[in-house]
């Protein structure tokens, strides 16, 4: 539990999801403030963790490797140039519950090596790491993270953390050319993500498609004036398409070429709503004014969103037992494809249509208030 005498070299290992490194942003700025001298780099596996990082005043260095595409050759060259940094303390923030995660950091070899225990550990994880702090699932990501800086001996110094997302003015002047070019300045804009992860079984805790679409046929016959925007990559494009087929009027989807772009007009919408992705951390990184999730079975409170205000859908069918379907020891979602579907589908359009509604109405009621209230 003592501080390392000397560090000069930190490494950030942040290898799982992209919203899971945004939520790793507060503890990079912590460790800014606790080593202003230091070199900090943070090791990510996706090109959209990268992009999160872009433009953080608190890093030196930002490496990206795909280990599930590259061939095994390339990623033990890739280790070997991060092990020649001679790195004096490697964190493995939370979720990075798999072994493979600890494997990484072992391979790079920082003097010290922190980590969470997860219930998939044993003997052999004292190996791969020198310092290991339970994981707590009943606080956010965040402060698990910043629990490590304990095992340095040293407490956080920020009064609060937020998730830290610097957009560029370019990024920002990319959301206002879109918002003009499409006549939408005056109209409020309801953000969706209808995706969810692709890695192990994470896509089957999508909203039924056809769900979304009776809730945007309410949402354009009783708030007429709202422009939905369709949020996603490329795996979301089929179920775009699919929506646009079946509404013609009132959607509209954004061609966004990063993710940081996407992010700069989530950030112009008045609601957004989403399940557990990293249009919900970005949604709450932008501070969209109403932001409403759908609760999936992988909604446990280490991953909410980063902010007081914001509207948690309940799903009848998870019942409070998201740990009995999820946890993060590298395991899927508990459950055959039906029965995550059926999860699912127990979310009506009307438990999302009327949460919604009452934001926005409560909006449209403020806005005339304050105008009343203005000379």
Not at 4 to 22: F, H, K, M, N, Q
Not at 72 to 83: E, I, P
Not at 264 to 278: E, M, N
Request: with cysteine; glycine share 6%; proline share 7%.
């Amino acid at each position: 539990m003592n501080p390392v005498p000397s560090i000069r070299r930190i490494l950030v290992i942040a290898l799982s999801g992209i919203g899971d490194t945004l939520i790793a942003t507060p503890l990079i700025h912590e460790l800014r403030l606790q080593f202003p001298e230091a070199e900090i780099d943070a090791l990510v596996l996706w090109p959209g963790s990268r992009q999160i990082l872009e433009g953080n005043p608190h890093l030196n260095a930002v490496h990206q490797h795909d280990f599930l595409r590259r061939s095994k050759r390339a990623t033990l060259g890739f280790l070997a140039s991060l092990r020649r940094r001679k790195y004096d303390l490697s964190l493995n923030v939370h979720t990075l519950g798999r072994r493979e995660y600890r494997y990484v950091a072992r391979a790079i070899g920082a003097r010290r090596r922190l980590s969470h225990s997860y219930e998939n550990q044993g003997w052999f994880d004292r190996w791969l790491v020198t310092d290991q702090i339970p994981q707590d699932y009943s606080v956010h990501s965040v402060v698990n993270n910043n629990r490590l800086l304990g095992v340095l001996g040293i407490e956080p110094q920020l009064p609060s953390h937020s998730y830290e997302l610097h957009l560029s003015a370019d990024e920002e002047a990319f959301a206002a050319q879109f918002i003009e070019a499409e006549s939408l300045e005056g109209q409020r804009l309801l953000g969706v993500h209808v995706g969810s992860g692709g890695t192990k079984n994470l896509a089957l805790r999508r909203w039924p498609l056809d769900h979304y679409q009776e809730l945007f046929r309410e949402v354009h016959r009783r708030a007429p004036g709202l422009r939905i925007l369709l949020f996603g990559g490329p795996e979301e494009q089929a179920v775009h398409e699919q929506l646009v087929r079946a509404i013609p009027h009132g959607l509209s989807l954004p061609r966004t070429p990063t993710l940081r772009k996407a992010a700069a007009l989530v950030k112009r919408c008045d609601a957004f709503i989403s399940v557990d992705t990293v249009f919900m951390h970005l949604a709450a990184a932008v501070r969209v004014p109403r932001q409403l999730v759908i609760e999936t079975p992988t909604v446990n409170p280490p991953i909410l969103p980063l902010r007081d205000d914001w509207t948690l859908i309940p799903n009848p069918g998870v019942g409070g037992r998201n740990l009995d379907y999820y946890r993060y020891d590298g395991r899927p979602i508990a459950g055959s494809r039906d029965q995550i579907e059926a999860l699912m589908r127990s979310v009506t359009v009307s438990m999302v249509l009327e949460p919604l509604m009452k934001s926005l109405e409560s909006d449209t009621k403020a806005a005339s208030t304050a105008s009343r209230r203005a000379p």
